[in-house]
């Protein structure tokens, strides 16, 4: 990204961290919650109007979640001392929907008045710019300064707020995808008495709507979520990793974080004193939660 200067992004830190740390809401959620009903309902990713039962109503009909009688045994015969398990979202617990992009920059060419390669093209350059700030600063703009990015980038100026709104409009309509062998993952995990939670770096989608987006997916098994656009540190800053420590209440060596970031996830766990597990891709989570719990 040419011409600016990290500096410049600085200047709104102090955001209240209670706003960073967003609990999950629901009838059924507790602080201290192990398990879930039986017959619990979850939204289906693709389709929120369509409801499936959870992982514990899928082995009562004859499919065993083979992981969690694994990972039942291994904690009988103390082999783990992991007792919280933080999640990235991208790549790791879900995967960007392939319509997705194709709206986003239909509607900033439209916004904008500019041909689609270039808003696509500003679009990737503003995000790896955001990124690579944050491997190197650790802090992390708002989604209100992303967008101001994109517009300086543009050479345009519009309300940012309305962009976030036609921007978290897109979201709706073309939702992440997640597989079922992650939910059924989650909630074996939940079952077996793990705490969970969501530690994940945001950009152009917010973490107030991921987060709305995770809990009517997977249903209440997130303790609490952290977003570096809501926080205003972003992985691999060790701030972001201690507001984890701070918020699970347990040693830092008992908490695993799982990513798909070398640098972002495993290294900057690893430098918190927490423990960390790397997925290559989505389809290979639940192996990489086993092989590091």
């Given at each position: 990204m040419p011409k600016m200067k990290k500096r410049a992004l600085k200047g709104s830190r102090r955001r209240s961290a209670f706003v960073a740390m967003l609990p999950i809401q629901g009838?059924?959620?507790?602080?201290?919650?192990?398990?879930?009903?039986?017959?619990?309902?979850?939204?289906?990713?693709?389709?929120?109007?369509?409801?499936?039962?959870?992982?514990?109503?899928?082995?009562?009909a004859g499919r065993p979640i083979t992981v969690t009688h694994r990972l039942r045994d291994r904690r009988s015969r103390g082999a783990t001392l992991i007792s919280h398990i933080s999640f990235d979202v991208w790549n790791t617990l879900v995967t960007a929907n392939p319509s997705h992009a194709t709206r986003r920059t239909k509607f900033l060419a439209t916004c904008f008045d500019k041909e689609e390669a270039a808003v696509r093209n500003a679009y990737a350059e503003v995000k790896k710019w955001v990124n690579q700030h944050a491997i190197e600063t650790g802090y992390a703009?708002?989604?209100?300064?992303?967008?101001?990015?994109?517009?300086?980038?543009?050479?345009?100026?519009?309300?940012?707020?309305?962009i976030a709104k036609a921007f978290e409009h897109v979201f709706e309509n073309c939702k992440p995808v997640v597989l079922d062998t992650t939910v059924r993952l989650i909630h074996s995990l939940a079952d077996d008495g793990f705490t969970l939670s969501i530690g994940s770096n945001s950009s152009f989608i917010s973490g107030t709507t991921m987060h709305n987006f995770l809990e009517s997916t997977f249903g209440c098994v997130f303790r609490f979520g952290i977003y570096s656009d809501l926080l205003g540190y972003a992985k691999p800053n060790e701030a972001f990793f201690n507001k984890i420590i701070k918020s699970c209440?347990?040693?830092?060596?008992?908490?695993?974080?799982?990513?798909?970031?070398?640098?972002?996830d495993l290294q900057g766990a690893r430098s918190a004193g927490m423990r960390g597990a790397l997925v290559g891709r989505s389809e290979d989570i639940q192996e990489a939660v086993y092989d590091a719990v």
């Open positions: 009838t059924a959620c507790t602080a201290d919650r192990i398990g879930l009903p039986a017959q619990l309902e979850v939204a289906h990713p693709d389709d929120p109007s369509r409801t499936r039962p959870h992982a514990a109503a899928e082995t009562a703009p708002s989604l209100s300064e992303n967008i101001r990015l994109l517009m300086m980038r543009c050479n345009v100026q519009k309300d940012p707020g309305l209440g347990v040693a830092a060596d008992n908490i695993l974080h799982v990513g798909d970031d070398a640098t972002c």
